[in-house]
């Protein structure tokens, strides 16, 4: 069983800055693609950021000028910056990974639980 595990979600101010981390756990043989997703009451579920195995970044347009993503693929965990926080950014959080559970199986796409970020003005 693959599990994606998320942290770092919380209350944050306006202008202040969080680290949201996402784990994978379980049995599997490879993780492509990972990132980050976020959905606000009433809107659409939104790619925030995401990361291939390689390292290349993709970024909303919202988050490009103040987020970092990035993996550390020996510990199987995907990170996201945000720096200079607005209440626009409140939302719960999700993350995303595409992973392999046996190397004779494909890709699959995998969501963690996601976690709130609430930014107050």
């Known amino acids: 069983q693959v599990q994606l595990v998320e942290s770092g979600g919380g209350l944050a101010q306006a202008g202040g800055s969080l680290t949201l981390s996402c784990a994978a756990s379980?049995?599997?043989?490879?993780?492509?693609?990972m990132g980050w997703y976020r959905q606000a009451p009433g809107k659409q579920r939104e790619l925030v950021s995401s990361i291939t195995s390689g390292g290349t970044t993709n970024y909303a347009v919202a988050v490009r000028e103040r987020s970092t993503i990035s993996r550390d693929n020996a510990k199987n965990t995907v990170y996201l910056q945000m720096n200079s926080l607005k209440p626009e950014d409140t939302a719960v959080y999700y993350c995303?990974?595409?992973?392999?559970?046996?190397?004779?199986?494909?890709?699959?796409?995998?969501w963690g639980q996601g976690t709130q970020v609430t930014v107050s003005s």
């Open positions: 995303n990974a595409d992973i392999q559970s046996s190397w004779w199986m494909p890709l699959r796409n995998y």
């Open positions: 379980g049995t599997f043989d490879r993780i492509g693609v």
